[in-house]
């Protein structure tokens, strides 16, 4: 079958839903228009080529596409993953129809692209989900420090009151366990300092953690760079996007340390978006900063819950460096994503651009 007697038909053409057609050798045989933009590239580029070419190892199951073209059975899968080898990662529902033409059996994919609604969905879901969270860690937190300094301050009167310096040791000991205490506490409720905006370069605070990162010796993890040059300056709080930021790199560093990845790197990349909602807000511009690592990925079971409070994978963890890095992007109206397989994690800063006023 040649690709031609698909595209006499321009009502294909016309189609958002991708459509492609392989062969019983998993051959690209048609792609109308959305599914040559969903491949980024062209009909010559496409046709004749083997599909799994386009993407990552195991991301095409092509036993099954042989048993569907075997045994003559369509399929349906929701909410499919497609990782292309360009690093392009496509969120789809996929229907796979076999067909009967002259030249012989075809599938035809049928690609109905979900990202942008599913993100959507799933960055309000998360927004409010932590907004309540911290809300109860706040309470919490609040009802355990008010008995907390009466204990400390209890304590301080009883050393007082006592002779014995090894009975003083215990009272010490009280007042160790309560500072130590009320300094989590402080942490669980977070920064609460509203945020000093200035107008900076956003490369600035990162290199600053950059080169945090490369002055501990200790981590023989190669730490590259990736800016967008265009990026015009933006309005933060420098100090607060630079503990973000470190954080993020912190928990890379020891996910690659913990797993012991050969040739372990993290990359740190900016790049500007455009027409992007946050929040419920659409912005024309946005600045990304991304972290992206080559670790193990985060564990399936704590994905959902990432950003809370005192969640962690780490035995020696406190879990709160993510939830503190959510709160200071939120102060910036922004929001951090992620996305995490195995060998590529990547943490996604969306900070809008307000235009600069001119003086």
Known sequence: MQATSFETNNLLDNLNTVLVVIDSTLRIDYANH??????????????????????????????????????????????????????????????????????GPRLLFEVKTIDQQKRISRENQQHAQHYAARELIRGLAHEIKNPLGGIRGAAQLLEKALGSSEQKEFTQLIIEQSDRLRNLVDRLLGPNSLPRLEWCNLHRPMEKVRSLMKADTSQAIAITRDYDPSIPDVRVDPDMLQQAVLNIVRNAVQALRDSKTPNPEIRMVTRIERQLTIHGHRHPLAAQIKIIDNGPGIPAEIRDTLFYPLVTSKDSGSGLGLSIAQTLVNHHEGKIEVDSRPGHTEFILSIPINHKESK
């Open 34 to 103: 959305a599914g040559q933009a969903l491949f980024a590239t062209g009909t010559k580029q496409l046709y004749g080529q083997p599909l799994a070419d386009f993407f990552v190892p195991n991301t095409i199951n092509k036993a099954r596409l042989r048993a569907a073209f075997r045994r003559g059975e369509d399929f349906t899968e929701n909410e499919v993953k497609l990782y292309f080898r360009d690093n392009r990662i496509v969120l789809a529902d996929l229907t796979v129809t076999n067909l009967s033409t002259e030249e």
